[in-house]
């Protein structure tokens, strides 16, 4: 069992602490150009270099020495990590840079180059084609309407012109029986013509409490 320490050069550690610097800079680029959810944290984007960086440099330290191993493993166990990572996608680029900082520590860069090459490319093919995607509708649409069907065949003829498919799911009583409230789920021809659509559909007499949610991808804050 080896427990000794070698001292590494100080040209290693810099050929080390680059690679694995400049990967990682990429790798968070990549992870700015491609997030798409509401919770973007400028913080997390700089800790993808830095866990990296840090990583690196345990490596590096740590060598071929059991005990050196054993030490930071020590020193790690009194440290209690809290922030909770929600998005998947964040700790996919958190668990790259790990990597990255892992073979750039072991002197392994062509393994940091290729990972850092190859997953950027697939993060970047993935959110272009929105690999998995299966959005069917764009929202749900809500509203009161008066007891009469004259009133809702007047909104058809609209809901036709903006849409290439809509599914009425939802159907509740109000003010004694007196209107209606309607929820539909709507499937826009043109994404823009919302705004369209909501004016249009204000100007039918009888129609109140309009209300459009849009089912977005990314709804965590």
């Known amino acids: 069992m080896n427990i ?3 001292l590494i050069g100080w040209q290693t550690f810099a050929i ?3 690679i694995s610097w400049v990967c990682n800079q990429i790798l968070a680029l990549i992870y700015e150009w491609t997030y798409e959810g509401l919770s973007y944290h400028k913080g ?6 830095l866990c990296g960086i840090v990583c690196t440099s345990s490596v590096l330290v740590i060598g071929n020495s059991i005990a050196m191993g054993l030490g930071l493993l020590g020193a790690v166990a009194f440290v209690r990590f809290r922030t909770n990572v929600r998005d998947i996608w964040d700790m996919s680029f958190l668990f790259a840079a ?3 900082g892992l073979s750039s520590g072991s002197q392994q860069y062509a393994i940091s180059i290729l990972t850092t090459f190859f997953f950027g490319l697939i993060a970047i093919t993935s959110r272009h084609f929105h690999l998995g995607q299966q959005q069917q509708f764009d929202g749900i649409i809500r509203f009161w309407l008066r007891r009469n069907d004259s ?3 007047s909104i058809e003829p609209i809901f036709q012109k903006h849409c290439h498919r809509f599914t009425l799911i939802a159907i509740r009583e109000g ?3 007196e209107v209606l409230e309607y929820a539909y789920q709507l499937a826009l021809r043109k994404p823009h013509t919302k705004a369209k659509l909501i004016e249009e559909l204000n100007a039918i007499v009888g129609i109140s409490g309009l209300n459009f ?3 977005e991808e990314h709804i965590t804050l």
Do not use: M
Not at 44 to 49: E, G, K, M
């Open 16 to 18: 080390a602490f680059l």
């Open 175 to 177: 003010k004694q029986g």
């Open 4 to 6: 000794s320490y070698h």
């Open 213 to 215: 949610l849009l089912n």
């Open 98 to 100: 790990l990597a990255i």
């Open 151 to 153: 009133d809702l065949a």
């Open 44 to 49: 997390f984007v700089h800790s993808l270099v």
